[in-house]
């Protein structure tokens, strides 16, 4: 009945987690129902939503809405949108003035990479990540431009949870094994699921080395203000975050391109929006058009510019952020160091990944979704499914924890404790 490729997809659920995701909703954790389930397995930020939807309800109640909003707007995304997120990104990531002509706007950063995947490489050719990395690239890149995903993969047996950037003896490498079909090297900063971040040194070495080989540089900053206060206690001080912007600028070359998304600093992942920002013309022209399924509706581009617009309701709701995620990422991280339980030290995103390899029966795959399945179903604490992020050793796993309240937080980590105590 149906074509070949959608027969397959028909078998082909996007995340292994679905099925218990949906389990955990059905029975949420609530002051009402203590002993509910709770999801700590979806990339979410919902720790600020009530501040915002407050504010947007009063931009669309109180503010005319333009015709524009009514009518097809241009493919790289609305003017007035584009202008608006180009003073954002200027002033709250990039640190520097950055042109609304280069940015082009799709529905997500999951359009963005789609689309961005379809002008930059073709079928059977490479993108290359540093593993682990995120799990939906794999489907993202190959869906419809057909690129296949290639891991250098760090054994955490050699590093533990210590963050290793690649170096440019592993791209090197890379590079004799894929020859020509290596087309990108695909970064995440602040990564998921490390949470690590690259120094400006290193962004720069890669830069360098993949403009000299033709190879398009992505660095996706979809976490860029997902950060913690730094000095505080248990947060180093040192290895602040640098964009990438201020060196794509710099050096100017048509090898490098940034991806963003409000879904995850706005925590609004349904409203759909995403960037590129490239100065390569030529590319920009390709995208467009390719883009008109993947455009974001007017509405909500105008709501969103008008919010843009507030340069410092913005910079407070970010400082909010921080300050809520700091306070998360702790009750994650003092729980694991009870139970002596090793993690990457994050400087941000939305996660930590942590070494539960200690209690697996048998150090595989089988045994980590063993442990994985147990744990839900003991305690309704649910993780990020194990597989996927390209971890070479079994039995490391992401915790998301912003997509719940700090009550369910600590919930779920209680849970957690008593869980892995009885094993040790
Ligand atoms: C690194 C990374 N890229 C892209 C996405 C997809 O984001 P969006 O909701 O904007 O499509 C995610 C979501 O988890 C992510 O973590």
Not at 28 to 43: E, Q
Not at 51 to 72: C, F, G, H, N
Not at 219 to 241: H, K
Not at 369 to 392: H, I
Request: hydrophobic share 40%.
């Amino acid at each position: 009945m149906l074509s070949k490729r959608g027969a397959q997809k028909a078998q082909e659920p996007l995340r292994p987690d679905f099925e218990l995701f949906e389990k955990a909703q059905a029975n949420p954790y609530a002051p009402d129902n203590t002993d509910g389930a709770i999801p700590l397995c979806i990339a979410e930020n919902l720790l600020q939503w009530p501040t915002l939807r407050d504010k947007l309800q009063s931009i669309a109640a109180e503010r005319d809405w333009p015709d524009w909003v009514a009518a097809y707007t241009e493919l790289a995304g609305a003017p007035d949108f584009r202008e608006a997120v180009a003073a954002f990104v200027g002033r709250h990531i990039a640190g520097q003035q950055l042109s609304a002509d280069h940015f082009c706007v799709s529905a997500g950063a999951t359009a963005v990479v789609e689309v961005s995947a379809m002008v930059l490489g073709g079928p059977e050719d490479y993108a290359v990540f540093p593993a682990p990395a995120y799990q939906a690239y794999a489907p993202d890149l190959h869906n419809k431009a057909r690129l296949r995903r290639y891991d250098i993969r760090h054994y955490e047996q050699d590093f533990g949870p210590a963050f290793h950037p690649l170096s440019i003896k592993e791209l090197e490498a890379a590079l004799d094994h894929l020859g020509d079909k290596f087309r990108l090297l695909i970064l995440t900063q602040p990564d998921n699921p490390t949470g690590a971040i690259y120094s400006d040194d290193q962004l720069r070495s890669m830069a360098k080395w993949c403009t000299e080989k033709e190879i398009h540089l992505v660095v996706n900053e979809i976490y860029a203000l997902s950060q913690f206060e730094r000095g505080v206690d248990g947060i180093p001080n040192e290895s602040a975050y640098t964009s990438f912007l201020p060196l794509l600028e710099e050096m100017n070359s048509p090898y490098l391109h940034w991806w963003y998304s409000f879904s995850k600093d706005f925590g609004i992942s349904g409203f759909r929006v995403g960037l590129l920002y490239t100065r390569n013309e030529e590319m920009r022209r390709a995208y467009k058009n390719f883009n008109a399924p993947h455009q974001v509706s007017n509405i909500t581009q105008w709501l969103l510019a008008e919010l843009l617009n507030d340069g410092e309701w913005i910079a407070d709701f970010q400082r909010r952020n921080k300050r809520l995620l700091t306070d998360a990422y702790r009750t994650v991280t003092e729980s694991l160091d009870a139970i002596d339980v090793a993690y990457t030290p994050a400087r941000g995103s939305l996660f930590v990944w942590a070494d539960f390899s200690g209690f697996l029966s048998e150090p595989n795959m089988d045994a980590a979704q063993s442990l994985w399945q147990q744990l839900f179903e003991e305690t309704g604490v649910l993780l990020t499914a194990p597989g996927g992020l390209g971890q070479p050793d079994a039995g490391w796993f992401r915790i998301v924890y912003s997509g719940v309240s700090p009550e369910a937080l600590r919930e779920a980590m209680d849970r957690l404790q008593a869980f892995f105590s009885d094993r040790t």
